[in-house]
């Protein structure tokens, strides 16, 4: 049995949702608790970074974890279980790719190409969060040309993924079996319904997330996090609704704020400039500044000439 524990102001995180997707699709007995929440990480100006979970969040191993975990009216399979917990060995993890750490030895050369698949997966979504704590971080020093390269570097890791989904002929993340689906699930749903990500440029992204939002352990999932919220707040205690990321949609104010911050020097000398014939965008919408090869006033018929004549 493995239990999944975390602060409930915790939730959003894409950790825990890794953790017990990747014990789903393992087939292994598994449970979410939720503890009140009594840390900071719910005061938007207090900064922590979201690849460092640990001390939020942990999995808690008991020896009766070899049968296998279904959803009622499914046929349970029986035989030998891929993850085996000793009585004297490890029992607490901080990290979903700790869960191989209990993985039998029988099965490791059976599924090794599998497990390398998978942490080379979880390696790079590391690195997509590292990302987006680095965008939050120069967002709060509100140094634009920061925050743009950091921005910058993040939509190239979205983008590596589209092409990587391209040349993979659409196949990867739609195969709920696979263990690296989940790391790349997870983050992606991170950073879609949490930091603001909108998928228009990332068709390939853009798709396989809808597949996998419908499909059975996702739906199956989601039916475990809400059951287990409304027993929580039917509880006696003085549990309260988990509240939302702190940053939620933070994406969405970076871009305005970078549209601001790379228009043309003249267009934002004219912002909010009134007139007596309205605002000054308007009317010179189109208009050349600096210098110019003939007199403004010019009539263009003789402007035409003079130009011809230079």
Known sequence: MFAVKCEANFLWHPVVHHSLLLLRTLRQRHTLVLEPSCTKTSR????WRLSQ???YF???????????SLERGEEEERGSSLLHISEGGLHR???PQHIFYFISSSMFVEQKQQLQTYLDTAFV????????DDVL????TDEMEMTRQMHSNLMDLVARLEAFLESDNDDVL?????????????????????????????????????QLQGSNPVVAHTRLVNRTVNLALSGEGSFVQPPAWPYRGFLREVQRKLADYTTDPAERMMEGVLGEKGPLKA??????????????????TMQREKMGRS
């Open 44 to 47: 938007p100006d207090e900064f």
């Open 53 to 55: 979970a640990g001390n």
């Open 58 to 68: 942990s999995i808690i191993a008991t020896s009766n974890s070899d049968s296998v």
């Open 93 to 95: 993890l901080h990290n």
């Open 125 to 132: 979504t590391d690195h997509v969060l590292r990302a987006v």
């Open 137 to 140: 971080l120069a967002l709060s």
């Open 174 to 210: 739609q195969e709920t079996e696979k263990w690296s689906t989940w790391p790349l699930f997870t983050t992606l749903k991170f950073l879609v319904e949490e930091a603001g990500l909108l998928l228009g440029p990332f068709p390939r992204v853009a798709k396989a997330y809808r």
């Open 283 to 300: 009317r010179v919408s189109g208009a050349r500044f600096g210098l110019q090869p003939v007199s403004a006033r010019m009539p263009w």
